[in-house]
């Protein structure tokens, strides 16, 4: 990807908007590119239209529909071709990749996305998750996994 520019370069967007918006994409990477916003906008606007065919109003579709836009006319106004909303901390720990998706799992966990520290709380939090889920041997190998990411990103974040 080309220019990612940290999201403290847009004053008119909230971390938690494009956490949201990545998390929708299928990917949270901790990256919102401007690609996936595209869709998410062109997603919005079918639905839209769908609505008004039948008559239907929806002032919140409008809404998020203007909220998304403007946070593309940022990007493109930056000439940005992605978003990272990661915390400072998180880009400064230069995880790879499968650790920023934990990483965004984790702040995601109070289901708003509206912190942006990890703290022990919050991987406690991930991993009591983790292990009340379902019992199959694939299930088993998934939460054996994802306890590991979790403690790997909690010693890169110096938190161990």
Same mark, same amino acid.
């Given at each position: 990807?080309?220019?990612?520019?940290?999201?403290?370069?847009?004053?008119?967007?909230?971390?938690?908007?494009?956490?949201?918006?990545?998390?929708?994409?299928?990917?949270?990477?901790?990256?919102?590119?401007?690609?996936?916003?595209?869709?998410?906008?062109?997603? #919005?606007?079918?639905?839209?239209? $769908? /609505? !008004?065919?039948? =008559?239907?109003?929806?002032? *919140? &579709?409008?809404?998020?529909?203007?909220?998304?836009?403007?946070?593309?006319?940022?990007?493109?106004?930056?000439?940005?071709?992605?978003?990272?909303?990661?915390?400072?901390?998180?880009?400064?720990?230069?995880?790879?990749?499968?650790?920023?998706?934990?990483?965004?799992?984790?702040?995601?966990?109070?289901?708003?996305?509206?912190?942006?520290?990890?703290?022990?709380?919050? #991987?406690?939090?991930?991993?009591? $998750? /983790? !292990?009340?889920? =379902?019992?199959?041997?694939? *299930? &088993?190998?998934?939460?054996?996994?994802?306890?590991?990411?979790?403690?790997?990103?909690?010693?890169?974040?110096?938190?161990?």
């Amino acid at each position: 990807m080309s220019t990612v520019i940290p999201v403290e370069s847009f004053p008119r967007v909230v971390r938690s908007e494009l956490m949201e918006l990545d998390c929708a994409s299928g990917t949270p990477d901790g990256v919102l590119t401007r690609a996936e916003l595209e869709r998410h906008i062109d997603r #919005l606007h079918d639905k839209y239209d $769908r /609505l !008004t065919s039948r =008559g239907e109003v929806s002032p *919140t &579709l409008s809404i998020d529909i203007r909220d998304c836009e403007r946070i593309l006319e940022d990007m493109i106004a930056q000439g940005a071709e992605g978003v990272d909303y990661l915390p400072q901390a998180i880009r400064d720990a230069d995880l790879p990749a499968n650790l920023k998706l934990r990483a965004v799992e984790v702040l995601a966990i109070d289901g708003k996305g509206t912190t942006d520290t990890i703290t022990r709380t919050l #991987l406690s939090k991930a991993k009591r $998750r /983790l !292990t009340g889920s =379902g019992r199959t041997i694939g *299930t &088993l190998r998934g939460q054996a996994d994802g306890l590991k990411e979790i403690d790997l990103l909690s010693k890169a974040l110096g938190l161990n």
